[in-house]
């Protein structure tokens, strides 16, 4: 079992990683993800985070959905 902080925050949980896509919007209270939903966490190097970052902010990266 897993649990996936939504914005920076203070927890119990061990940390395992961090994304740079925003997987939830408090503003419009928007998830991309809900309750039950599979997910495959993927390990990348510092310079690939830093790409999906900039690629992010730029609007130009897709999330793969199987």
């Keep these: 079992q897993t649990g996936i902080y939504p914005t920076s925050s203070p927890g119990g949980w061990q940390i ?7 997987l939830f919007n408090s503003e419009t209270r928007n998830s991309f993800l809900k309750a039950g939903d599979y997910i495959q966490f993927l390990p990348v190097c510092k310079d690939e985070f830093f790409s999906i970052e900039d690629q992010v902010f730029h609007q130009e990266f897709h999330i793969k959905k199987i």
Excluded: A, S
Aim: no cysteine; net charge neutral; aromatic share 0%.
């Design 16 to 22: 395992i990683g961090k994304t740079p896509v925003e």
